[in-house]
Every structure is written in C-alpha cells, then in structure tokens.
C-alpha cells in the first residue's frame, strides 16, 4: 500500500499546504496550521474506475419514497425562517454561541413534529441523554416521541438511523463533536468536521431525511473551524440574541430553498422559547416624553414590516478627529447621511461626535433607514424632539433627495397598527386607515426640507432641553 501522505490544514479555513507553516496563506491566521492524516478514501476512490451514471429529465426527477411536500414544524416563526417548513433531504447548519438556545429551540421543533407522528431522532454528542431528557422535562415536553441517543461517530450513526423507518428529522447537536473513521485525524479539527458533515449529508441526500447540523460559533460571528461546511449545506441559519436581552432572533444566512431576508423572533422564557408575534413592540422602547435623538424607522424584515428605534448622539468633540460610532448599522451608510446633511442641508458636523445605534440590539441593513437617521441625527444636534407619533422610511441619495422605497402601504400599516398617527415618508407613500386606525403620510422630497422642519420652532409649551437649549415638540407633519 503507498504511503499515506500528510497533510497540513489550516483549522480556521481548511487549507491544505503540503508543508507547516506559521501562518495560513489563505486567510492569514496565525498559528492554525496542524499537522493532519490524509483522507483514507481518496485512493480507493481513484482506483475503483469511472462508472458511467444516469442523466435524468427534470420533471422526472421524484424521490422514491420521500414525500414531496416541506416539514412544517407548527412553530412559525422557524417556518418563516426556512422558507415555510424543512425540505426533505435538505441539511441545515444552525449556528450560535453556545448558551443561545439552540438545543432549546430544536428539541422544541423535534417535540412538535413527534407529537404530529413523524419520525425524529436527537442525537447528542454534548450532553448525556439524561440532560436532554431533564431539559424536555423542564420545557414540557417528556411526553413527545422524539428518540435521543448520546452519541459521536457518524459511521454508527448513519448505521443506527438506517434501520426501520426513515426518520423525517435528524438533528445533530453538535457537529464540532462529531468524527468520522474516513479521516484520520482526531476530533474536533476542520478535516474531522468536513468528513462528518459529508458522511451526514450523504444520509440525508439518500434517504431523504432531513438532518439539522448545530454548529457553535465563536464571538466573532464565524461558524467556529467548519466555514467549510457552509458551502456544503443546503441552509446556513444562524441565531443571535444580545448579551442580558431576552429575545433571540433566527436568520436565514444561506438558503438553498427559501428566502434570506426572513427573520423569526423568539423570547427565552422559563418555559423555553416562545414565539413573538408582534416584533415591533418589543424594538420599541415606551417613551413618556419625546426625547431628542429619537426616531422610529418603519422598516421591513423580509415580507415582514418592522418597527425599530433609531438612537443618535451628537455632541461636540473633544478630540482632533471626531469620534463616529455605529451599532446594529452600517458605518459607511452613516458617513454618507453625514455627508448629505453637511452638503445639503447645511449642517456643520465635522466637531461632533456621532454616535447611532439601533435600539434593541437589531441589524439594519435597508437602505430605507436613511431617512430615519438623518431624522435621529439632526434631532439630536437641534436638541428638538420628534414626534412620539412619527415614524420615517426613506432612501437619502448623494443629491439629498429622498428617494421611494418598496412596501411603504405595508410600513404605514404597521405604524398605524401600533398607533403612530403620521409617518414621514418618500412621495408616493399613501395615507390611510388600517383597522380603523388612521395614519397621516407626510412626504419628504428631500433632505433640506426635513432639517428646516425639525428645526422649526414649533407653537406649544417649550421645554428645556438637558443642554439648556429650548426643546419643544413637534406635532404631526
Ligand atoms: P441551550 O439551548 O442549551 O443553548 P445552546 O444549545 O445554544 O448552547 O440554552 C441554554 C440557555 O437557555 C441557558 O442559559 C438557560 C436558558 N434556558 C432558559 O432560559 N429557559 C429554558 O426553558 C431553557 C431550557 C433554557
Ligand atoms: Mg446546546
């Protein structure tokens, strides 16, 4: 038998050099490089010959037993996020930072499919069974069918899952700690994770199961060591919370099947996770007064309308370079806001800090939220309040002008749903009623024109402002 020869495989991509080095050529990380035992297989693959294969017509194409329809979980805010239910035979990689929730949420989706008969099988290499078992207990969930099994090489996995009935669901929590006899290198590296996720999406491809793949990410937002399996999967879905909040949001990364601008939201209760089926109430904080800086952005979510609150600071700097921050948006979006409104409106900003962030710790990532900000900004530097009752969307261009923006009749719907009486929007947005509720649409044609009249002084009481500027509110536009 020729010698196996080694291999050296960078743990943060999965490159592979013939020789050690200290850092990866590939993505430049230090000290990733490990010495690693080629793939066994390969060899006899090349040696076994070509053999011819089969092309099919595409309307022919029909698995032979499994069913044709998506797995719908009944939990709906999962649904939305795989494109309404799982794909059989599809794999999904689910990623997080560990304690987020997933076993949570997934032995939650596998309770409710075995309640409705199907076939699901938990595997756990983290935890011993008892743990899973105590967590279902704890969520309610004892009763349901789902079969568990506490277990870590594929080979015996794939043995085990092909006997009796095809399972319709497959989770496997985690992928990290999974290996596979094909690889000879020890568990837990890139090259053990790639032979694993292979040998589980080869499952899943012939026998029409669908296998879920859990996979931790580290606190920079990387899948940790398998980006490689990525590519490999059918649906990359990832789930995020922020650190001290409640809520969790689910994200479809990749999806070979579905949308990739759904989110589904979820609150972390006692009882496990809960869906929340009005978004908008919790990224909006309740304000008795109006407070300068504050500007709701009626946003969408993919076919979702969603209502979050812009926060901006501006404040005179101390500093040679003024310092801009951004959470939850983007940096470069924000110097061309800043940008538009010195060139266009006026406004001096190069001896202010700026600081902007997305309340409740959501990503923005429309271009519509221009509006908004620039609404939040010059709140803040005027010292005058908007309305608690104003929402804002629209695209700010290079010009200042204000540009329209899809789904504007289903952002008013939102705002008037949760009673914000008039909205500031591009021209074209219509005013109207929504289960009663009515809402009054402002157009805003460009970016001078919301300045001068935020920064109008407005009749009623004035009030004062912390920084001894004169605050008033403004009513409506
Ligand atoms: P878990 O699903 O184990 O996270 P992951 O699999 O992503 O690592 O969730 C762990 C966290 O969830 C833990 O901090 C406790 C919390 N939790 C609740 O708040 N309520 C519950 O009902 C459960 C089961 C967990
Ligand atoms: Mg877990």
Request: one cysteine or more.
């Amino acid at each position: 038998m020729a010698k196996l020869k080694t291999n050296f495989v960078c743990q943060s991509c999965g490159n592979v050099t013939p020789k050690w080095q200290g850092r990866c050529e590939a993505c430049g990380a230090w000290n990733s490089i490990i010495e690693d035992g080629g793939a066994a297989g390969i060899g006899a693959q090349q040696a076994r010959g070509a053999k011819k294969g089969r092309i099919f017509a595409l309307g022919e194409l029909a698995h032979a037993d499994a069913p044709q329809t998506r797995l719908e979980t009944g939990i709906g805010e999962l649904d939305r996020v795989t494109g309404g239910g799982f794909v059989p035979g599809s794999v999904l990689l689910l990623g997080g930072e560990p304690g987020i929730g997933k076993s949570t949420l997934l032995i939650q989706a596998c309770a409710a499919l075995a309640l409705r008969g199907e076939r699901v099988v938990y595997i756990s290499g983290e935890e011993a069974m008892d743990q899973v078992r105590l967590r279902a207990t704890r969520l309610g969930l004892a009763a349901a069918p789902v079969e568990l099994a506490a277990e870590t090489g594929v080979e015996d996995i794939v043995a085990t899952l092909s006997q009796g009935k095809r399972p319709a669901l497959v989770v496997i929590d985690s992928i990290q700690t999974m290996w596979t006899d094909a690889v000879e290198s020890s568990p837990g590296t890139v090259t053990q994770v790639r032979g694993s996720a292979q040998a589980l999406i080869r499952f899943a491809k012939t026998s029409g199961a669908i296998v879920i793949l859990v996979g931790h990410v580290t606190k920079d937002g990387q899948i940790a060591g398998p980006r490689v399996v990525e590519h490999m999967v059918d649906a990359v879905i990832s789930f995020e919370g922020e650190g001290g909040r409640d809520f969790r949001i689910l994200r479809a990364v990749k999806n070979r099947f579905g949308p990739t601008d759904e989110i589904g939201v979820f609150e972390m209760t006692g009882g496990g996770l809960s869906e929340v089926a009005n978004p908008s109430a919790l990224f909006l904080t309740a304000h008795e007064d109006a407070t300068p800086g504050v500007a709701v952005f009626a946003g969408m979510e993919g076919t979702r309308p969603l209502l979050v609150e812009i926060q901006a600071l501006v404040a005179p700097t101390s500093l040679g370079t003024p310092r801009r921050a951004v959470v939850g948006w983007d940096t470069s979006r924000l110097a061309m806001v800043v940008a538009v409104l010195e060139a266009h409106a006026g406004l001096k900003l190069g001896q202010h800090d700026i600081y902007l962030t997305i309340a409740g710790g959501l990503r923005v990532s429309e271009p519509a939220a221009d509006l908004a900000a620039a609404a939040a900004l010059v709140s803040s530097l005027s010292g005058q309040a908007l309305s608690t009752n104003a929402v804002y969307f629209g695209e700010v261009g290079l010009s200042g002008a204000v540009r329209p923006v899809a789904h504007a009749a289903a952002r008013l719907k939102e705002a008037a749903k949760l009673g914000f009486t008039a909205a500031v929007a591009p021209r074209g947005a219509q005013s109207g009623e929504s289960g009663g509720e009515a809402i009054t649409a402002t157009s805003c044609e460009h970016i001078g024109a919301l300045v001068a009249e935020i920064a109008r002084p407005k009749d009623g009481a004035p009030a004062k402002a912390a920084n001894g500027k004169s605050k008033q509110h403004v009513d409506g536009w």
